[in-house]
């Protein structure tokens, strides 16, 4: 049976990328030999590097004077690193959810952090508006994309200090003015690739300012002057992101991306409104493209194992909520097809029909 992966993260990847990858485990460039088996400074490998780094550059549009980094930690080291190497007295920290407060208790340990606005209030099922960022923060950082509670932030906030952003569930999935950013960072597993690697996006003169010592495996600096190569890289799920980056350019961008996703999420949450049985848990105008996130209506609550149980018959996988929210959580990322969706939505009114 065809399966329809809903999975929030390691998730779904777009078939064209995978295919090359075990084609590369098998037998990379015609050497003979596997990506996995080979000097990750030999010409060979070396180039894959290259090209996946003017890959991001070329799909976001990044302006002249960053560095693109592939790193290993996931984004949870990106939580300490991004305070280790940019606060130097004061940051502000907007929390919308589990991975923000995450980011916010890392940066504690390293100066004054600054909350400017929590939703935890209402368990994170929107975005908070009206707050103020002091002007004399180093940095102010946003989570775009709220993976666990389906809010993801429509525009970039407009303040005075540069944004630093986790983009681990949306990155490459609408168009970003990189400009506004003094760095964004990106775990690969949601969008990009197989896990294991870490997309970093850094304006090179943020790196100036902190005067303390870094060292060396949590230092952008050294990382830039190496190229992603201080130590070994994460050869494989490098490899995968530049298949991946691959398929995207040849699918209209990120501007092509953006159009599906608009398209993917309109039609399930229209479903979800429609139908007698669910309703959605995010504020409407904060809700995510990536991840949908829905419950079913008190007078049905009994029905969710059932829900569940009937999806996977049909072949979906991956719908099971988070704990901290219940219900169901459809993640839709860049390489879910519409038909995907199309056959989530048919599921659920089949089911509706039946009770
Ligand atoms: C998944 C996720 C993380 C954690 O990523 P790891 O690579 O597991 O450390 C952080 N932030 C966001 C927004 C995520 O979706």
Redesign the pocket.
């Given at each position: 049976m065809k399966k329809h992966n809903f999975s929030?993260?390691p998730s779904i990847l777009p078939r064209e990328a995978i295919e090359a990858t075990a084609q590369a485990v098998l037998d990379f460039n015609n050497s003979g030999l596997s990506v996995m088996e080979v000097s990750h400074r030999g010409k060979d490998f070396d180039a894959v590097m290259q090209e996946a780094r003017e890959l991001v550059k070329e799909l976001l549009s990044v302006p002249e004077g960053y560095s693109v980094l592939f790193l290993g930690?996931?984004?949870?080291?990106?939580?300490c690193m991004v305070p280790y190497n940019l606060l130097e007295k004061k940051a502000a920290y907007l929390n919308t959810?589990t991975?923000?407060s995450?980011?916010i208790k890392e940066a504690r340990g390293f100066g004054e952090v600054v909350e400017v606005a929590s939703s935890k209030d209402a368990n994170f099922s929107y975005i908070p508006k009206n707050y103020t960022v002091p002007d004399d923060a180093d940095y102010f950082h946003i989570?775009?994309?709220?993976?666990?509670f389906g809010t993801e932030l429509s525009e970039d906030p407009k303040v005075k200090p540069y944004l630093v952003a986790?983009?681990?569930?949306d990155i490459f999935s609408r168009p970003v003015d990189i400009s506004r950013y003094g760095l964004i960072y990106?775990?690969?597993?949601?969008n990009l690739s197989c896990?294991g690697v870490?997309l970093v996006i850094v304006r090179d003169d943020v790196l100036v300012k902190v005067p303390r010592y870094i060292p060396s495996m949590l230092s952008y600096k050294i990382h830039i002057e190496n190229g992603s190569m201080y130590n070994t890289p994460p050869c494989l799920p490098v490899y995968t992101a530049l298949q991946t980056m691959k398929w995207l350019k040849a699918n209209g961008g990120v501007t092509g991306a953006q159009k599906r996703n608009k398209a993917k999420a309109e039609i399930l949450y229209k479903e979800i409104e429609r139908n007698k049985l669910f309703k959605g848990t995010a504020a409407t105008e904060d809700r995510s493209l990536m991840n949908v996130c829905f419950v079913m209506n008190e007078e049905y609550q009994a029905l969710e194992k059932d829900f569940l149980d009937f999806a996977q018959s049909r072949g979906m996988v991956g719908l099971k909520g988070h704990r901290s929210v219940g219900g169901f959580r459809a993640s839709i990322y860049n390489a879910m097809p519409v038909e995907s969706v199309q056959a989530l939505i048919d599921t659920m009114k089949e089911f509706e029909s039946k009770h």
């Open positions: 929030a993260g930690g996931g984004a949870s080291m990106q939580f959810g991975w923000a995450k980011a989570t775009t994309n709220n993976t666990i986790d983009m681990s569930s990106a775990g690969a597993q949601k896990a870490t």
